[in-house]
Each structure stands twice: as structure tokens, then as C-alpha cells.
């Protein structure tokens, strides 16, 4: 059975960081790309990095702030988020990919998720 875990959510004020944490078991971690996506009130889920054979994905709004990592041997991929904004709160989730290493932006290309670490950015 696949498990995803996150952590490293949690309350800073704009313009500080996080680092989220994604730990995985019950797969071949290294066969998977992985994905962050987030998810604010009212709104859809939205991919904001991805990771896999090709390279990175990063949404527009996050580029330049936002790094997606992952540590096979670990089984664990990271989302560091520096230069937070009030924008990027929402709960931040990990997923992995349908289609082996090769990653998605949408949410119906991953299959397996975690619970959703919530992240909150006051101004």
C-alpha cells in the first residue's frame, strides 16, 4: 500500500520560508515522478512543482521562489518555499506520478496522495 506523509507546514509572516517534506513508502520511490500541489479555499488544485525524468515543472507564480528536491535514497521529495506570499496559503499536498517518471500537471495524472500539510502566510 502507497503512503505519502507531509510535513513541515505552518504559520510565517510574508517574505519568510518553508521547507515541506514528503515521505514515501509501499512503491519504488525512484520509478515515480513526484508532484506539489496546493489547494486554497474556493479554488481548484493546482499543481505548483513537479519532478521527473525531463526535469522540474514550476507554476508561474512560483518560479524563482520555490524548489522542488527529491532524495531517492530517503524516499522523501521537499518543496522549499522561500519569499512567501499571502497568495500561497493553502494546503499543500504531495503526490506521485500515474505515469512513471514521467511527470503531470494535473491532478488526475498522480494517483497516490497525502493527507495535505496546511500553509498559511500572513501579511
Known amino acids: ?9 505552518g504559520l510565517v ?12 513508502s509501499g ?21 505548483v512543482a513537479a519532478i521527473g525524468w525531463s526535469g522540474r515543472y514550476y507554476l508561474d507564480s512560483v518560479k524563482g521562489r520555490f524548489t522542488i ?4 535514497a530517503k524516499n522523501t521529495v ?4 522561500n ?9 499543500y ?8 517518471l514521467e511527470y503531470g500537471t494535473k491532478a488526475n495524472e498522480y494517483d497516490y496522495w497525502g493527507q495535505g500539510t496546511q500553509v498559511t502566510v500572513s501579511s
Open 1 to 9: 500500500q502507497v503512503q505519502l506523509e507531509e510535513s513541515g507546514g
Open 13 to 24: 509572516q510574508a517574505g519568510g520560508s518553508l521547507r515541506l517534506s514528503c515521505a514515501a
Open 83 to 91: 519569499s512567501l506570499k499571502p497568495e500561497d496559503t493553502a494546503v
Open 69 to 72: 528536491s527529491r532524495d531517492n
Open 78 to 81: 521537499y518543496l522549499q518555499m
Open 93 to 100: 499536498y504531495c503526490a506521485t506520478g500515474r505515469f512513471g
Open 27 to 47: 512503491r519504488t520511490f525512484s520509478s515515480y515522478a513526484m508532484g506539489w500541489f496546493r489547494q486554497a479555499p474556493g479554488k481548484e488544485r493546482e499543481c
